[in-house]
């Protein structure tokens, strides 16, 4: 029932949309075809940004409001790149999402494609940490608040929360260790992004990380409007002792603290944290393998070590080896990693010489089907 | 002359959505002449086949894939392309009559326009004569 589901998800929802989107963006532009790619645009865009916003930025109870003061009000552009900043992070987010989203409906993320599925939820998960602790770092009232409410939360878990909270704030209460800790989390997590997007695309052979120029320019010129007509304000100078009686929320990147605020138990929010993740893990799973046991099958006799199929695999499950075979004429041989193959076929379309078949569509059997029509 | 006029279609089973227009001998129910041949991806497609098509007898030939961009595959369609136009290895052979092959991307829910491009194939191919059957 679930298969079925998400194929009439894709058939109904996702293919009419994007025969829309086809219409108005052309089969080369549209953005459904690039949505793996439209989040490292964003990532350029936070990354420069950031940079620029880091070279202000002071880490200390006392400063880190007068930077952000300086930066809002006095610094030519200073508000302009503030809110790029801001904009391209919750672009990010919804970009992400929709990547997700896509990838699901379209059943594109289980079997051979496990390991870009399951890194990329670990991603997900980062990506809402750093976005997190930006929203943090800002240190106004509503920040400090949302730190307080999101340190209460860390310490409801059970036995190893104080510990937690304690990570977070660098200590008992918040302090100046707090906003480095907030700044690590910021600077040091996206170490962390770069090594699972490398992860994300191991096993992807030439994949598609850039969006056309066009679309790129689409987009920044698009934040630029957002950040001109909607730029973002700075609140009151923090005190400590206080909790701001109005807190606005970004739902992308603060839905515990925004749940917890609207009364929800902490048990059923961290219910929902832990769950929504571990859920996307085990997603795949639940969906038995539609070709069990198949893979891509070379004839050793035929082959003759040309690595066309290797180099044309997108799944990169064909390396080449030596054939170590005195008798024969040939050197090298392919051979398939079983694991990575997705029994689509494109090693045979690239094979000149009749040697690698996949079980399911012989190509001979096409052959001759064809040979059929055309004899009757 | 509709009775010798053969047209091999062969298909990625992800494209264009063709399991409610065949009769039960693979033929298109709008366009009797018409084989249809699937296959699991448009990258599976050698262009061997499609020369064995005309070779054989066919008045023409085509092949269908996703949108480009869309490849369940990830790069089925472009490669089908790049072999078709003859940049990527194996190539279709340059002495085919290149008006006897088409190749549409189209995705699975793009019937209507797959008829009107196969209606088009078809005259097209009428204007060029067919081989006697």
Redesign the interface.
């Given at each position: 029932m679930y298969t079925q589901l998400i194929g009439s998800l894709q058939k109904n929802v996702v293919l009419p949309l994007e025969k829309v989107a086809n219409k108005v963006f052309t089969q080369s532009y549209n953005p459904f075809y690039y949505h793996g790619a439209l989040p490292n645009f964003f990532i350029w865009v936070l990354f420069i940004s950031g940079l620029l916003l880091f070279a202000y930025y002071t880490p200390t109870l006392e400063r880190a409001y007068n930077t952000l003061s300086y930066i809002t009000h006095e610094l030519p552009f200073g508000n302009a790149i503030r809110s790029m900043h801001r904009y391209a992070s919750d672009g990010m987010m919804i970009f992400v999402m929709l990547h997700m989203l896509r990838v699901w409906f379209t059943d594109r993320y289980r079997e051979y494609r496990i390991l870009p599925w399951l890194t990329g939820v670990i991603l997900l998960s980062i990506t809402f940490t750093i976005g997190l602790s930006g929203y943090m770092m800002i240190w106004d009232q509503e920040a400090v608040t949302l730190t307080y409410i999101t340190a209460n939360f860390l310490k409801q878990f059970p036995v190893i929360g104080p510990s937690l909270s304690s990570l977070l704030l660098g200590g008992e209460l918040v302090s100046d260790f707090t906003l480095t800790r907030l700044l690590f989390l910021h600077l040091g997590i996206p170490l962390l992004l770069m090594f699972f997007l490398w992860m994300h695309y191991l096993r992807i052979t030439r994949p598609v990380t850039d969006p056309p120029l066009a679309l790129n320019l689409v987009l920044l010129g698009g934040l630029f409007l957002f950040c001109g007509v909607f730029p973002v304000s700075l609140g009151d100078r923090p005190n400590l002792q206080l909790v701001s009686p109005t807190l606005d929320l970004s739902f992308l990147y603060a839905w515990p603290q925004y749940l917890i605020t609207q009364g929800w138990s902490t048990g059923v929010v961290w219910l929902l944290v832990l769950g929504v993740p571990v859920g996307l893990l085990i997603l795949p799973y639940i969906q038995k393998k539609a070709l069990r046991g198949q893979f891509a099958q070379v004839l050793d006799s035929s082959c003759t070590g040309c690595s066309l199929c290797y180099h044309d695999c997108p799944y990169e499950a064909i390396t080449m080896v030596d054939r170590n075979d005195p008798t024969s004429r040939f050197k090298r041989l392919a051979i398939v990693d079983p694991g990575r193959c997705a029994n689509c076929g494109l090693c045979v379309g690239a094979c000149a010489f009749k040697a690698i078949e996949i079980p399911r569509r012989d190509s001979q059997d096409v052959l001759k089907e064809i040979e059929m029509a055309l004899n009757s | 002359m509709a009775k010798d006029k053969?047209v091999?279609g062969?298909v990625c089973e992800r494209s264009v959505?063709l399991t409610d227009q065949l009769d039960s001998n693979?033929y298109l129910k709008d366009n009797p002449n018409v084989?249809i041949?699937t296959?699991?991806?448009s990258?599976?497609?050698?262009p061997?086949?499609m020369e064995?098509?005309l070779k054989?007898?066919?008045c023409g030939t085509f092949a269908t894939g996703c949108?480009?961009?869309?490849c369940?595959?990830?790069?089925?369609n472009k490669?089908?392309r790049e072999?078709l136009l003859g940049t990527r290895?194996?190539k279709l052979k340059p002495t085919v009559d290149k008006r006897r092959v088409q190749a549409y991307?189209l995705?699975?829910?793009?019937y209507e326009k797959f008829k009107d491009l196969i209606h088009q194939f078809d005259e097209s191919l009428d204007t060029l004569g067919c081989p006697e059957g």
């Open positions: - | 053969k091999i062969i959505d693979g084989k041949v296959v699991p991806c990258g599976h497609i050698q061997i086949m064995t098509a054989k007898g066919a949108r480009m961009g869309d369940h595959y990830r790069e089925g490669f089908l072999r290895m194996p991307w995705s699975a829910v793009e």
